[in-house]
């Protein structure tokens, strides 16, 4: 069922196109009406503009929170044009139809993106906006609601065709629209309303809500017969959904995983690090002056499993690392920026994925992380934290300071690593890495082999520290890991069998600290 616009009410933050298409209505002889700034822009540009609070008789006031929030606006928003006691009572009260509303809202989104104060983030939450176009989109049978100006174009076409009426299809396909923008907009707002509570308010709500935009349809998920779609919920965090790609290949479902998890693991460090990721688990990571002797040292550690792996950089990537980057098979390399000579050198690789975020992130943002479970969701808090309050040596021997350097780098690392895990370290590089073990007794013998077999920077494990993410329920995977030539063990403590493990390393005169904090990654 075709309607004819006969009046528009106009009230927009973004006034993109607003002035053309309000001369194109104005042009087709329909009555506009405006509030605050638009109505003053469309006057400046030549256009005949009636003031809602001459539809209302009242006027705008409390600095314009209150100018539209009355009867004459939204009866004449929601009354039935097919029913004639809504018609009547408009008639009744003196409310004139009004055919199309044309708002977009408050930009709080942006406020908050740009970091505003808590009181410019309030008063920019949209009131009369919403409830404008949630009236003209359950009305959609008899009213037009536009809050895209995107979408100016696909009315002005149909009002031409159709004699300046628009079809009941458009008017359902726009309505459909503003109440998922008014649905994304409540969502930022709660979502940024319940992020300034305290932690335990933010852990008891009843109700979680996601606010997500599709980025891209990806061609396939972690196996190719798996559909999946990329979905950003914050476009200000430096990260490889925001990233810019400088080159390659469109990225897969798995890079972006692997990516993501190589970028926050390198992000844990102040100094020049490189992380080396292969199925979300670390295989090299590593500390230096610079990011070139980093990276041959975070190699050293596994040179076979980098092969089509992830390598991420927490400083402005450069040619001389470029140059060793260019001499091996990666997927992707993410980095906050990189220079002209090594975009030079890496654009020979055309399949590579280079990908910029023009910074690093902050490493203690509070965020919340959703899991998908059969018929829900886990939700936790991003684990911000690596050490405890204190550590505590346990053992009659001390670490060293080069010992309690080596086993905070160890721990920093463990955090990163999938359960059960057991890092090796020394000299601010990994020495080897046991992930993803049912025990952490064979987690302990695969970082032991792969010290041997593996790294071609040393013989063995000998003088390496040992992190586990979690306390050793036992103490075979200790005893194992010393065999291997440790000196210092880093865990969080806290088993029934503390003592016995305490005890062992006593035996090896092994110094061992507990960190009172574990840092399990499933």
Not at 327 to 333: D, G, N
Not at 422 to 430: G, S
């Amino acid at each position: 069922m075709n309607r004819k616009v006969n009046s528009a009410l106009i009230s927009v933050t973004d006034k993109t196109g607003i002035v053309e298409f309000a001369t194109f209505l104005s042009g087709q002889g329909v009555k506009l009406l405006s509030t605050g700034g638009t109505a003053k822009v469309l006057r400046e540009n030549g256009l005949n503009v009636t003031d809602v609070s001459d539809v209302t008789g009242f006027p705008e006031i409390m600095d314009g929170r209150v100018k539209t929030l009355h009867p004459n606006v939204h009866g004449g928003l929601l009354g039935r044009r097919d029913l004639q006691s809504h018609m009547d009572a408009m008639n009744e009260h003196n409310i004139d139809p009004i055919d199309m509303v044309i708002v977009n809202l408050y930009a709080f989104e942006e406020t908050v993106s740009k970091g505003g104060d808590f009181a410019s983030c309030i008063e920019n939450i949209d009131i009369g906006g919403p409830s404008m176009i949630r009236s003209a989109a359950k009305n959609h049978n008899d009213v037009v609601v536009i809050t895209n100006p995107a979408r100016y174009g696909d009315v002005k076409a149909e009002m031409e065709a159709n004699s300046g009426s628009t079809s009941l299809d458009l008017r359902k396909s726009l309505a459909a629209e503003a109440f998922t923008r008014t649905g994304e907009y409540d969502t930022a707002i709660s979502n940024w309303f319940n992020g300034q509570l305290s932690e335990s308010r933010v852990q008891s709500l009843e109700k979680l809500k996601i606010n997500a935009e599709l980025k891209q349809e990806l061609r396939y998920g972690e196996n190719p017969h798996q559909t999946a779609s990329l979905y950003v919920h914050d476009k200000k965090i430096p990260s490889v959904v925001n990233a810019n790609q400088l080159q390659g290949k469109e990225l897969s479902y798995n890079n972006i995983a692997d990516t993501d998890a190589a970028f926050d693991l390198v992000n844990e460090f102040t100094d020049p690090a490189v992380a080396i990721i292969k199925h979300a688990n670390p295989c090299g990571v590593a500390t230096d002056a610079n990011l070139a002797a980093a990276y041959e040292r975070a190699l050293a550690c596994d040179p076979v499993s980098p092969f089509g792996g992830i390598f991420a950089f927490n400083r402005t990537l450069d040619s001389e690392t470029a140059e060793l980057l260019s001499k091996i098979f990666a997927e992707v390399i993410i980095a906050p920026e990189l220079d002209e000579k090594a975009k030079e050198i890496l654009s020979a690789k055309k399949n590579l994925r280079v990908l910029t975020t023009g910074a690093m992130p902050d490493r203690n943002r509070n965020e919340r992380f959703v899991k998908s479970v059969s018929g829900g969701f886990l939700v936790q808090n991003r684990d911000n934290k690596i050490l405890g309050d204190e550590l505590k040596v346990v053992t009659k021997r001390a670490p060293s300071e080069q010992e309690l350097k080596d086993l905070t780098f160890a721990f920093t690392v463990c955090k990163h690593v999938k359960s059960n895990a057991v890092v090796l370290a020394k000299d601010n590089t990994t020495v080897s890495i046991g992930a993803g073990q049912m025990n952490r007794l064979n987690s302990s013998r695969i970082a032991g082999w792969n010290a041997k077999e593996t790294n071609t920077a040393i013989e063995d494990a000998s003088g390496s520290v040992l992190a586990s993410e979690a306390f050793f329920p036992f103490a075979d995977g200790l005893i194992a890991a010393a065999e291997n030539g440790i000196t210092a063990v880093i865990q969080p403590g806290g088993s029934v069998r503390d003592q016995e493990v305490i005890d062992a390393a006593n035996e090896r005169d092994l110094a061992m600290v507990f960190t009172g904090i574990r840092h399990f990654r499933h």
